[in-house]
């Protein structure tokens, strides 16, 4: 048998959360004060996914860059082919938040939008 051991981060009690594995299955979550830890760290252990956030060029704006993020969570091994796609964007002003800066980026089917207006 294996364990792993988290820190929750689905709410502020940040609870210190351990799965016990055995030949890679899930055999107990304990530690979790709440369902969401041990959904947390099912999800961890199976499906790791992250929010990403960069910057991207903006060619006549009142700034050279403007702040972007996944619109939901991508796998966690798609995090540098995204970075890696987002070095080639370059949006001319105006920028507005929301708006689409790269559509299914890297085939995860989660667009790259604008967090900041770039006027």
């Known amino acids: 048998m294996e364990t792993k051991e988290f820190t929750c981060i ?3 009690l940040g609870c210190n959360v351990v799965a016990t594995l055995e030949d890679g299955r899930i055999v ?21 996914r992250r929010i990403v956030t960069s910057l991207v060029k903006v060619t006549g704006g009142a700034h050279p860059v403007v702040s ?6 991508i796998p966690k091994g798609k995090i540098f082919d995204c970075l890696a796609a987002l070095r080639s964007v370059e949006l ?6 929301g708006d689409v800066v790269l559509a ?10 604008a967090t900041s207006n770039v006027q």
Do not use: F
Not at 68 to 73: F, H, I, L, N
């Open 10 to 12: 689905r709410c502020p």
């Open 28 to 48: 107990s979550i304990t530690g979790n004060t709440c369902p969401r830890g041990a959904e947390y760290v099912t999800n961890e252990l199976t499906d790791p």
């Open 68 to 73: 972007v993020k996944t619109a939901s969570d």
């Open 92 to 97: 001319v002003a105006p920028v507005r938040i």
């Open 104 to 113: 299914d980026v890297c085939g995860t089917g989660v667009d790259i939008v």
